[in-house]
């Protein structure tokens, strides 16, 4: 099963009390199946340990951000609903970005319609021949 997150990248000057109080919200929303918080100093950490050196040595500051990851329920990953989300997300003064795989979910959306069609079609043509040998 497929798990689609929407990322919420901070500003570097958000209050950890703002911060709290949308972690709150995020994890109340009926889209929300799971929050987590990745601190700019964890995600320099895993990305140090994933390119094999300590890139801060010889940048001299972390240029990563503060994140909240939201994984979303299946019934909301929708094309339409998503970029509803991002546009609510955006409005909050310390949300710097929002990003998520755009072509991912449209993707997903259209083969689940394809599949849908289908199915839709089959379900037809059974019945047809159900009807058909009844009578």
Not at 6 to 25: Q, S
Not at 78 to 97: G, H, Q
Not at 109 to 114: A, D, F, P, Q, S
Request: aromatic share 8%; hydrophobic share 50%.
């Amino acid at each position: 099963m497929i798990q689609v997150a929407i990322t919420i990248f901070l500003n570097d000057n958000a209050k950890n009390n703002d911060v709290e109080i949308l972690k709150a919200e995020l994890k109340k929303a009926e889209y929300t199946k799971s929050v987590t918080f990745i601190s700019k100093t964890d995600a320099a950490k895993k990305y140090s340990e994933e390119i094999g050196e300590n890139f801060l040595d010889f940048l001299g500051e972390n240029p990563l951000k503060d994140a909240i990851d939201v994984s979303l329920k299946s019934d909301f990953v929708t094309p339409e609903i998503m970029e509803e989300i991002e546009k609510n997300l955006l409005i909050r003064s310390i949300v710097a970005e929002v990003v998520y795989d755009k072509p991912l979910i449209e993707l997903l959306t259209k083969n689940i319609n394809r599949i849908s069609f289908w199915m839709l079609l089959f379900s037809a043509l059974f019945t047809l021949i159900a009807l058909v040998l009844i009578n």
